[in-house]
Structures are given as C-alpha cells and as structure tokens.
C-alpha cells in the first residue's frame, strides 16, 4: 500500500529557496541529508536517493521554478510519486505552520525553507497530503536522430540514409515488442526530405509496464527514449485512492460528427448534427485520449470521418474506442475538392482555418455530413409532422376533460411514424449467353493479376530492405567520419571538464588551507568550532571537546532535550533557526546558553564551522545581560503571594 511505503521512505521534502531548492531526506524515521541545491541539479539528487516520493507544499510553485522538472521525473527508470503536503484532501489545503502545529504541536510563526523541507518529509511519511496526479496513463517512445548533420557532401547523404535504416529497424523492433506484449499504440513518422529522421509512439500503458519491455538507449547516432506523458492539467487525488476524480464531463445530449487526419500532426474538426463547426485543432503527435480529452467537451461523438479511401489504423481503433460509425469516401478526396468544401463553409459559417490538417479534417467532417443529410432532413420532417399530430390529438383529449400532462403521455403514445414506402429494385435477369463466360474469364484474369501484383510488392520491399542494409555496410566511411567528429567534440567537451576540474582542486585546496588555519587557531584556544549536530552524533563527545559547541534547529533541540544536553556536560548552543528572544529567555533561565547563529556567523553552514572565541565570548555576555538581568515577573509573583499567605497565619 501507497501509505506503508511513504513510512518507510526514503522520502525528500523540498521547498523553494530563492532560486533554488532547500531539500531534505528522511529515511527510516530520521533526517539523513539536507542542503539547497540548483533546480537543474535536483534530479541528480533524486537519482542518487530514489525516493518513494517527492512532498512539496505548492507544485504550481515548483513547476514555475523548474518548468522542466516534470518532463525530466517522467523519463526517470523507477517512479516517483509528487505529493503536496499542504493538500490534506484533494479539496481542502492547509498551510504548513498549521500542519506542523497539529502534528508536532510546535508553534512557529513563519518556516523558513529548509524547515519547511525537513517537515514536509516527516508529514508526508505520516500519510498526509494528497498525490499530484501530473501524467496521462501514457507512454510516450521516441526514436530520433542523436545528431544533426550539416548540409552538403556525398558523406552527409550516406550518414543521414544510415540513420534512416537504424530508425526504421528499431521502429519496426518497437513495433513487434509492444504487439507480443498486447499494448495498445499508435505509431507517427516524422520524414525530412534525405530520409526518416524520427518515429514516436504513443503507447496506452503507463511507464513502468512499457520499460519491462522496451529500455531507453543511447548510440552514436539514434536514440529511444521513454517517458511519462505530461497532463494538460493537474489533479489530485487522496492517498489511498488511485485515480483522480476529473470534475465534469461531455455534454452528453449533443451528437457529434468527428473529422479527423491522423499524421506527426493531427487534425481535428468537430460538427454537430445540423453541420455547424463548433471547433477546430490541430497538435503534435496526438494521442487517441488526447483527442477524445477535446471531443468530449462539445458532446458525444457517433461519426468519425476521414478523408482517405483506406481509413489509418488510428482513425478504425479510435471509432472503435467510442463505439462510433467510421466513414471514408469512395476515393480520396483531392486538394481541390477538400479546398472548395472549406472555402464554402468558411464563408458560410465564417470560421478561420489556420493549417492543412484542419482543412482534411474539416473536408473529412463536412462531406460526411452532406452525404448524410438527405436522411437527416427526412428524420426531421417526419418528427415534425409526428409532433404536429401529437399537439392536435393532446388538444382534443384537453378539450374532452383530461388533464394536460396525462393527455400530452397518451397522445405520444398513439402516434407512430410513418414508414417510407417501400422501394423494390427489380433486378433483370441475366442472359446465359457467351458474354457470361468472357466475364468470368475476365474475373479470374484480375484475381490472377491482383495476386501476382500483391507478390511483387512483396518482392520489392524484401529488395529494399537488402539494398538499404547492404548500404548500411556500405556506408563505413560517413560512419568513420561522424565517429572523428563525435571524438574531437568529445575531447573538447574533456578539455573543458579538465580545466573546470583544475578550477575546483584550486579551490579546494583554497578551501583546505583555511581549515588547517582555523584548526591551529582551535588547538591554541582562540577559536571555537561549532559542529552541526545530527542523530549518529554522540553529544557527550561533544561535551568533552574543548571550546566545542554543537550547531542545532528548533526541533533537534526539541526532541534531544535540555535538561539531557545539560546532564551530559553542554553548557552552550548555537541555534540555526531561531531568532526571537522570547523563545530563548526561557531556555537561557533552565541553564542552557542558546545562541542564535546569526549573530556570530552569517556564512554557509558545514558540518564544523570554525569562530573567534572574541565574537562568541561576546554574544554570550551581551545575550545574559539581556536575558537573564529581565526581572522575571512569574517568579515576583509567587514571591509576593508567599508573603502575603504567611503574613495572614
């Protein structure tokens, strides 16, 4: 179950930091790992980590940081669940600082990030918030080009037919790989004019079942690559549920015609019954659902029309998937005719038709529904008359004494259509005669010619495929070309990472030698050093280091306590996270000296952070003058109402 994963982790919390991401890892009841982060390099962390889920507290946020953190999750090997904490139900939101005040009754006024990311974890390992549902229950396959080429030479031409063939095999693998394994797809070929330079499916299976069968690669010239489909909108949907629940629906009254032109990009047409376009679109690489997704908002489709003589498998699989009539012409309708119809419904109905596929579509849509109309205008005028008779028979039984409703239901029910007289087609009969026998002949010479053609064609295409392999072969020398020029961008892209490298020993060794500095200070006793306290960390080690004073949140301190820290020898604190001195007056008078870090460091906080002893010697007289010098009024208080009751024994 969802929620017996989330405990058990590991999970990251992350929140928006500026520019960047605070992050932080809880994993088996603990924080394991915290910091900030680029939000380029996020997924890194994500790869490293492999979390069960990833909590954040607004992914609209997170999506206008990183618009392209979802595309990026969606090619990952494993899933990763989005879940907002701050979404308890996928219709009510609650803010963080009440959600830390329920579940942990801490009262903190306003979280800073890398707060907010470490309880965004512990929440979300709790079970609370609700799943971002941001993919369709698609999967996408691109195969493409690794490379561009650039114009000019024999060399080129061989290259870019060698890519076309390597396409056109791993299509064809693809191909067979999800038909044995019973997906549902549809294939789109892009073509450039020196060849095939890329193929996509559209698979209707989620991702995880897709790469059981087909793995993403990477060679020197084609790749596949696998990935989540991204949603036009986002859902949510509790965790123990496993769909998001979509407010609306079709307007179901409204039949529809569908005109549609399958291809790299789709055209779509909408009409309804009386031929009026209610819209027109076109996308790439769209997706039956995807379509339906547009359909479904104008009404429920019962006529899907194409423009070709042989319907594409896409437009068959999507009439079927809706239980709707597929229609196609005769023959395929030419540029011409399919530009006379636009031209005649634009001016009609003065709609704009932006590209070509919309103008298929719409041709597809609108000859369907001319061919359609004469029966249609038949319907309509045989319920017309059957509704005027259903009036006069109703008025006569009103007139009669019988009450309008029950007389409308017993009108109705005594009027029947007529039914269209009966045409006979007589049929001549046939002269046995000589003409009988040639036809036949003629018969079986075309079924023998149609056979031998079918046979050719077969023959052509086993020729094909040799010849484009034996090029293949052929074709060694584009392949040894492309290979330098792949290996001199490669060792210029080294050169580069040797020099960014040199750069980042430099500072390291920079980094070094002020550490050894701040060390030699810290043994001599001018120096203390704050170490940042995690749970693996002994705090009597601590306690028993000179000028050693451990580094801790809020909530560290919480949940290891004052009086234990006290009772182990620590004397003194230093808090990253708080500031108010309301909140340290009290803790200051139980005998810990709390620090905020912010007073005597201002820089990126490590694991161990060298200090003066000066600045926190400082600190610390100026934070007791002011905080334990206050005169504390509860006890004054006490003090008087203890006077007071002794003085009246």
């Known amino acids: 179950m969802l929620i017996e994963r989330l405990a058990s982790g590991p999970i990251i919390g992350i929140d928006i930091n500026g520019r960047r991401f605070s992050y932080a890892v809880f994993n088996n009841g603990d924080i394991i790992e915290r910091g900030t982060v680029d939000p380029q390099d996020l997924i890194r962390i994500v790869k490293r980590i492999r979390p069960s889920a990833i909590a954040v507290d607004n992914i609209g946020e997170v999506m206008e940081l990183s618009p392209g953190i979802i595309k990026r999750l969606g090619r990952l090997p494993f899933n990763v669940y989005l879940v907002q904490v701050t979404r308890v139900s996928p219709d009510t939101e609650e803010s963080m600082e009440v959600l830390v005040n329920k579940y942990f009754g801490l009262s903190i006024g306003k979280l800073d990030p890398d707060t907010t990311a470490e309880y965004l974890a512990r929440l979300c390992s709790m079970g609370v918030g609700s799943i971002v549902k941001v993919y369709e229950p698609e999967t996408r396959i691109v195969i493409k080009a690794s490379i561009s080429t650039t114009p000019g030479g024999m060399s080129r031409n061989r290259f870019e037919r060698n890519i076309a063939h390597r396409i056109r095999y791993l299509a064809k693998e693809i191909k067979e790989r999800l038909e044995k394994g019973g997906i549902d797809y549809d294939m789109f070929i892009a073509p450039e004019s020196e060849g095939l330079r890329s193929v996509v499916f559209i698979a209707y299976a989620d991702r995880t079942t897709i790469r059981s069968i087909i793995k993403p690669r990477r060679s020197m010239d084609v790749k596949v690559i696998v990935e989540s ?6 859902k949510f949907a509790s965790l123990t549920e496993t769909e998001a629940v979509e407010v609306g629906g079709a307007i179901k009254d409204r039949k529809l015609i569908v005109g549609i032109d399958p291809g790299i990009v789709t055209g779509l047409a909408i ?5 009026n376009v209610l819209t027109l679109h076109s996308g790439k690489n769209l997706s039956r659902r995807h379509v339906l997704r547009i359909v479904y908002q104008y009404g429920t489709p019962i006529l899907v029309a194409v423009d070709t003589a042989k319907p594409s498998d896409y437009a068959k699989k999507l009439a079927a998937m809706i239980g709707a009539v597929l229609y196609y012409p005769d023959k395929d309708l030419s540029i011409s005719e399919k530009s006379e119809i636009v031209v005649k419904v634009s001016r009609e109905q003065g709609i704009v038709v932006k590209d070509p596929h919309m103008r298929d579509a719409l041709a597809a849509a609108y000859k369907s529904f001319m061919q359609l109309k004469p029966k249609l205008d038949r319907v309509e005028d045989e319920v017309r008359r059957s509704i005027a008779r259903v009036i006069d028979e109703a ?83 584009a392949r040894k070309d492309q ?3 792949a290996l001199s961008a490669r060792v210029e892209i080294l050169e580069g990472d040797v020099e960014k490298y040199r750069r980042k020993v430099m500072e390291l060794e920079d980094s070094l030698r002020r550490f050894v500095d701040d060390f030699v200070d810290y043994i001599r006793g001018s120096k203390y050093v704050l170490i940042r306290f995690n749970g693996d960390l002994d705090i009597n ?27 182990a020898g ?26 905020p870090l912010g007073i005597v460091y201002n820089g990126v906080v490590n694991k161990v952070v060298f200090i003066d002893g000066s600045v926190i010697n400082s600190a610390m007289e100026s934070l007791s003058k002011e ?3 206050a005169v504390d009024e509860d006890y004054l208080r006490r003090m008087i109402n203890e006077y007071r009751r002794l003085r009246s024994i």
């Open 229 to 234: 489909v991204p949603s036009d909108s986002i």
């Open 271 to 275: 009409l309804d019954m009386n031929g």
């Open 395 to 477: 008025k006569a039984l009103v007139i009669k004494g019988m009450p309008i409703k029950q007389a409308v239901d017993e009108a109705s029910r005594k009027i029947e259509v007529q039914p269209q007289q009966e045409v006979k087609v007589v049929q001549q009969e046939r002269c046995e005669c000589e003409c009988d026998r040639i036809r036949s002949e003629y018969e079986g010479m075309i079924r023998a010619l149609n056979a031998e053609v079918e046979r050719l064609n077969k023959l052509y295409m086993e020729t094909k495929e040799k010849v484009e392999e034996l090029l293949s072969n052929y074709d060694l020398e």
């Open 483 to 485: 290979l330098v020029r």
């Open 541 to 567: 080690i601590i306690a028993q280091m000179r000028n050693a004073i451990p580094l801790m949140t809020l909530g560290e301190l919480t949940r290891v306590g004052i009086d234990k820290l006290i009772s």
């Open 570 to 595: 620590v004397s003194s604190i230093v808090l990253i996270d708080v500031n108010d001195k309301n909140i340290l007056r009290p803790i200051w008078k139980r005998g810990l000296r709390v620090i």
């Open 627 to 629: 905080l334990l010098s």
